[in-house]
């Protein structure tokens, strides 16, 4: 079992920036990759940035691509997402999740999820 905790969340302005940290305990496996997603009110949970256990591969959604860095710090056992010009449109409950493997995009592929954390972005 991997248990995962999100953190950072927040009310910001448009053009503001945010950092989200999530801890990852119990049986942590090298072989990780760890993802964060969002979901809106209304709306299904969506893909956001992705990250393999070394650091050295990542992808992002074209929606964040350019604004968000996902980066991890494998000695702390933490994972971030830096969200830098944010626009109201990234409003949403941020989750980070953990999956044994190479870096992948699906919800359905992560097993691991945390609680959640809220971000709400401000016109």
């Known amino acids: 079992q991997v248990q995962l905790v999100e953190s950072g969340g927040g009310l910001v302005q448009t053009g503001a920036s945010l950092r989200l940290s999530c801890a990852a305990s119990g049986r942590t496996y090298s072989s990780y990759a760890m993802g964060w997603f969002r979901q809106a009110p209304g709306k299904e949970r969506e893909f956001v940035a992705a990250i393999n256990w070394s650091g050295d591969s990542t992808t992002y959604a074209a929606s964040v691509k350019g604004r968000f860095t996902i980066s991890k710090d494998n000695a702390k056992n933490t994972v971030y997402l830096q969200m830098d010009s944010m626009k109201p449109e990234d409003t949403a409950v941020y989750y980070c999740?953990?999956?044994?493997?190479?870096?992948?995009?699906?919800?359905?592929?992560?097993?691991?999820w945390g609680q959640g954390t809220q971000v709400t972005v401000s016109s």
């Open positions: 999740a953990a999956s044994p493997g190479p870096v992948v995009t699906r919800p359905s592929q992560y097993p691991y």
